[in-house]
């Protein structure tokens, strides 16, 4: 029999202890599991011993330091990269879980603390709040070694730590810069709406893809985009329908700060295999929510009045935009490929990172 059930929030009581029943610990999306014995068991609880090494146990297990980034110069007159050390990520940290436990068996009781990871401005030069305003994620499991080793480098090397001035515009060509060399491997392109041979920095397209929808989540006002001739299988996850694709002297991917302070851009690889780009900048109340994706086996009498019958290489998304006035607008996203996307029988969901 399962004694209690404790999520990364709550600790909740299920059942009443008896002998030879685990307890079930759930932190940071794993589930530890303590089997006791009689001897660990007290008519109301658990004994001090046992409590006490569920404990040590716990804090070896769950407690870690939030990581933040350190910027260290910047030049605020136009769009640039920030020289910066550090990586961001949050800490977590077991707080007071022994007398917790304890005193409140069986009631919703938090016991662990998140320590949020910060952008630190060491720079002297006002940059405003540098507060989260949103992120975009994809994967690149199953890449060659080229585009992954591509992908890191973009993330890396070419989009980490880009800062915007406020009505200043970020172009993803600019900030790739010259493919032909620089150490980019050969990797498979799409060009034509055809698979292409390998060629110089293949897979960067999963970076601007990343990006794109980082912008979208802060409704940042995007100025140049088109998705894939081809649909790809690589953008599934976290918005399948909405990316980006990007080519030299053809294809850009633009969008304008149109918040009030700076924006900086953080470009990470989290995960497995999971692309991160996040936007940190001074929260003016905007609010996005997207939801889908719709397509030809589940489109609704709502798309058909906005984009009309969905065929089957056309994935759509419904956008709902609060912007920071308070004033809300609905867009439609529309992708259409030259080859059959993923067909989606569900009903439409809000997208959740």
């Known amino acids: 029999m399962k004694i209690a059930y404790l999520t990364l929030a709550t600790a909740l009581l299920l059942a009443a202890p008896t002998a030879h029943a685990d307890l079930l610990i759930e932190a940071n999306g794993t589930t530890y599991t303590f089997p ?20 040590s146990t716990l804090h070896s297990l769950v407690d870690s330091p939030a990581k933040d980034i350190h910027i260290t110069a910047a030049d605020p007159t ?7 050390t550090g990586t961001i990520a949050d800490g977590y940290h077991l707080i007071d879980f022994l007398t917790r436990l304890q005193i409140t068996l069986g009631r919703n009781t938090p016991f662990i603390q998140k320590l949020p990871g910060q952008i630190l401005n060491e720079t002297g030069v006002d940059l ?24 890191r480098k973009a993330l890396n090397e070419k989009f980490n730590g880009v800062l915007i001035p406020p009505g200043g515009e970020f172009s993803y060509l600019d900030f ?3 493919i032909e060399y620089g150490g980019w491997k050969r990797a498979l392109v799409i060009v034509d709406g055809k698979v292409a041979e390998p060629a110089p920095a293949g897979g960067v397209c999963q970076v601007s893809t990343t990006v794109y929808r980082a912008a979208l989540d802060a409704a940042l006002e995007i ?33 304008v700060n149109n918040t009030p302070n700076y924006l900086l851009m953080v470009a990470q690889e989290e995960g497995y295999y999971e692309a991160t780009i996040r936007f940190y900048g001074q929260d003016d109340g ?9 397509t030809a086996s589940n489109e609704t009498e709502e798309t058909l009045s906005n984009v ?14 609060t912007h920071g006035d308070g004033t809300q607008e609905t867009r439609w996203l529309h992708s259409t490929y030259f080859s059959k996307a993923k067909q989606y029988t569900e009903p439409a969901a809000e997208l959740k990172l």
């Open 36 to 55: 006791t014995q009689e001897k660990d068991l007290t008519p109301t609880g658990f004994t001090p011993a046992f409590l006490s090494y569920v404990t």
């Open 78 to 84: 136009q769009v640039s990269k920030v020289t910066q």
């Open 128 to 151: 405003g709040p540098l507060q989260l305003l949103g992120e975009g994620k994809s994967t690149f499991w199953g890449s060659s070694p080229e585009r992954e080793f591509n992908i």
């Open 176 to 178: 790739l810069g010259p």
């Open 223 to 255: 100025t140049e985009q088109r998705n894939h001739s081809l649909y790809v299988i690589y953008y599934n996850d976290y918005g399948d329908g909405l990316d980006a694709t990007v080519f030299p002297d053809e294809q850009d991917l633009k969008f």
């Open 286 to 294: 905007r609010e996005t929510t997207l939801i889908g994706p719709y």
């Open 308 to 321: 009309g019958d969905l065929g089957i290489g056309e994935i759509v998304w419904k956008y709902l935009l």
